[in-house]
């Protein structure tokens, strides 16, 4: 395979990157919070405390450069 450019040593090698990459260089993750908003888009608010109603929510985005930054957003209340 040296025609290539290829042994078994730079196999191993970018094996290696692989196994002790860390996912942190390429995914950020992360809590939100945002308002609760009504039909007409203006934010709920809590009839027992007056204050607006929220939820929260698990997000990741990525970055794989140079493609374009990608994001997943799971919601959960």
Same mark, same amino acid.
């Given at each position: 395979m040296d025609g290539v450019g290829l042994n078994?040593?730079?196999v191993?090698? $970018?094996y290696m990157k692989i196994a002790?990459? @860390?996912?942190t260089d390429y995914v950020e993750f992360g809590q939100?919070? $945002?308002d609760v908003l009504?039909?007409?888009g @203006?934010?709920?608010f809590d009839p027992d405390?007056?204050?607006t109603k929220k939820y929260r929510y698990q997000h990741w985005t990525g970055h794989f450069n140079p493609a374009p930054t990608w994001s997943a957003t799971v919601k959960m209340q």
């Open positions: 078994a040593q730079r191993l090698m $970018e002790f990459a @860390d996912i939100k919070e $945002e009504g039909l007409e @203006d934010p709920a405390t007056g204050k």
